[in-house]
């Protein structure tokens, strides 16, 4: 099985210019932890969220945070035949992506742009499912964490989409929000009104996924510790373990380095998940410590994908 996962560039800012250095998606063999990842695609600016489809992976890349210029790419698994699917200027600062895979949509949300996007998977049918604010007109909105979204995932079994708003860095403030799949009649992104809040009170949620199987929605939280940087499960269909009574979720690990890439394996039952401390962890699902399975000092890892070869 191959891993592809997102190294972020870091974004430095030098006598008021911001300087981008090349971000990369790569790809890791599980099965041979001792073999450093291979590179498929150079040059990315600010890369973060990535999933595949078929033979195809898609991500996203923030660009310049004031420029505008966030994209969704595509390549072939190789990194051969890379495609912008979503052009700048339709998409401020795209976080988190996720493909509905049955009906071959891209979901993905648009932090600082303060919306969350749905396409086809070539672009086309490009619509706005959430937008908690006007970017451009509505500065107040745009500066404030509690209406940036960032994860994103959908449920086949509820028909419904999840998405994290993350509140101020390690503020204790953030939020998970789900909405039915189809927009009510008469409402827009804007102004719909079928929005349920999951989860409150978080640390700082970043990257989530629904588990159609077992009914249970898992995040990864980059707030302070102890129950920040951690993994979380909340169980939405059926009954929930007496271990979520407390805190209305399950800690199921703990003491990442600002986690945030997250990935089922349901063949294997392991949960994956990557950091912005260039580590790359699993951990069963049934309960078990996490084991840290590759690092690479000085690095940042955001998204993560996989598929069998």
């Known amino acids: 099985m191959i891993v592809v996962i997102i190294e972020q560039c870091t974004c430095v800012e030098l006598q008021g210019k911001q300087l981008v250095s090349s971000g990369q998606v790569l790809s890791f063999q599980v099965e041979n932890p001792d073999v450093k990842p291979m590179t498929l695609v150079n040059g990315q600016s600010l890369p973060d969220g990535i999933d595949i489809h078929g033979d195809r992976m898609y991500w996203t890349c923030m660009g310049i945070l004031t420029s505008n210029d966030g994209t969704v790419q595509s390549a072939k698994l190789d990194g051969s035949d890379v495609k ?16 509905d895979q ?50 994103i995932t959908h449920s086949d079994k509820l028909k419904r989409f999840f998405w994290t708003q993350k509140g101020p860095s390690k ?7 789900s909405a039915p799949i189809e927009m009510p009649s008469g409402q827009t992104a804007a102004t719909r009104t079928d929005i349920e809040v999951v ?46 009574e407390v805190l209305g979720r399950q800690i199921i690990a703990q003491g990442f380095g600002e986690a945030i890439g997250l990935k089922l394996d349901h063949a294997k039952n392991v949960i994956y998940v990557a950091d912005l401390s260039g580590r790359l962890w699993e951990r069963q699902k049934t309960p078990a410590p996490k084991r840290k399975i590759y690092e690479a000092s000085g690095h940042a890892y955001t998204g993560i994908a996989m598929y069998k070869y």
């Open 199 to 244: 989860a409150s009170g978080l640390p700082e949620p970043i990257d989530l996924e629904f588990d159609d199987q077992t009914g249970a929605l898992y995040w990864a939280d980059r707030g302070e510790i102890p129950i920040g940087n951690t993994l979380n499960k909340k169980t939405l269909i059926g009954t929930p373990p007496k271990e979520e």
């Open 171 to 177: 503020g204790m403030q953030g939020r998970i929000l």
């Open 102 to 151: 049955q009906q071959e949509k891209l979901y993905f949300s648009d932090r600082e742009g303060l919306r969350v996007h749905r396409s086809n998977l070539d672009g086309t049918a490009h619509e706005i499912l959430i937008q908690t604010g006007d970017w451009q007109k509505e500065l107040e909105k745009a500066n404030d964490a509690h209406n940036w979204p960032v994860g």
């Open 84 to 99: 912008t699917v979503i052009p700048a200027g339709q998409v401020h600062t795209p976080k988190r992506l996720h493909i």
